[in-house]
């Protein structure tokens, strides 16, 4: 257990639909990211947030949105799915500038049908 | 722009051999460097790390990693591969003074070491 927590480990849904993700970051950490990881692209950066403010954004779609609560846990929405969206999705914490390493969670797959 | 490259999709190598992962990178000013390990339908895993100081780094699982500022280039490297060690590895820059802190990752080596 990496102290990163993702919520759901896989989902299956339609096109069109509209679904969202949830990390919990370890202990501790102010920032979180994410990344989407597919075949064809590899890893991409999507967005950041530290201590709950928008830091850093990314490769993200505008059907894409995300935020980060109170409490540190984040979100990541994805509407109006389209079949290319099939990815897994990882979320990673760390303090405040990643100075010291990154811990990702297990990941989210996301299966567009 | 800032980039991370790793120039084989694929690396073979004998159980007992030793092996090496290439890496290089683009960015402005001396950025942190790191390595990831994913196993098949796992998150990425810690690997190693540089920030400054000494070249060669030392990290989990018998690998290393050394820092070539010259060269731009931060190969991961281990003695004596074992069968285990087959995964995909990520190499990733942070530039250090990009705007957050996120991780740039090179495309991935997929590792086999066979028996």
């Known amino acids: 257990d990496s102290g990163v927590t993702q919520t759901p480990k896989h989902l299956i849904t339609a096109t069109g639909q509209r679904v969202t993700l949830r990390c919990s970051p370890r202990?501790?950490?102010?920032?979180v990211y994410w990344y989407q990881q597919s075949l064809d692209q590899g890893l991409q950066f999507l967005i950041q947030?530290?201590?709950?403010?928008?830091?850093a954004k990314g490769n993200i779609l505008e059907r894409f949105s995300a935020q980060q609560f109170p409490d540190l846990h984040s979100e990541l929405n994805l509407s109006s799915l389209e079949l290319g969206d099939s990815a897994l999705y990882f979320c990673?914490?760390?303090?405040?500038?990643?100075?010291?390493?990154?811990?990702f969670g297990s990941g989210t797959r996301l299966t567009v049908v | 722009a800032q980039s991370v490259a790793q120039p084989e999709d694929q690396v073979n190598v004998a159980e007992g051999n030793p092996l090496t992962v290439k890496c290089t990178y683009s960015?402005?000013?001396?950025?942190?460097l790191f390595w990831y390990v994913q196993y098949p339908n796992r998150g990425l895993q810690f690997l190693l790390k540089?920030?400054?100081?000494?070249?060669l780094v030392k990290g989990s699982y018998g690998f290393e990693a050394e820092f070539n500022k010259s060269q731009t280039s931060f190969h991961l490297k281990k003695p004596s591969a074992l069968v285990s060690d087959s995964a995909l590895y990520f190499c990733?820059?942070?530039?250090?003074?990009?705007?957050?802190?996120?991780?740039?990752f090179g495309q991935g080596t997929e590792l086999s070491v066979k028996p």
């Open positions: 990673a914490s760390s303090e405040q500038g990643g100075l010291y390493g990154y811990t």
């Open positions: 202990s501790g950490d102010l920032s």
């Open positions: 947030y530290y201590n709950g403010e928008e830091r």
């Open positions: 960015v402005s000013g001396n950025p942190y």
């Open positions: 540089y920030i400054t100081g000494d070249n």
């Open positions: 990733a820059v942070r530039p250090l003074y990009n705007q957050g802190g996120k991780l740039i």
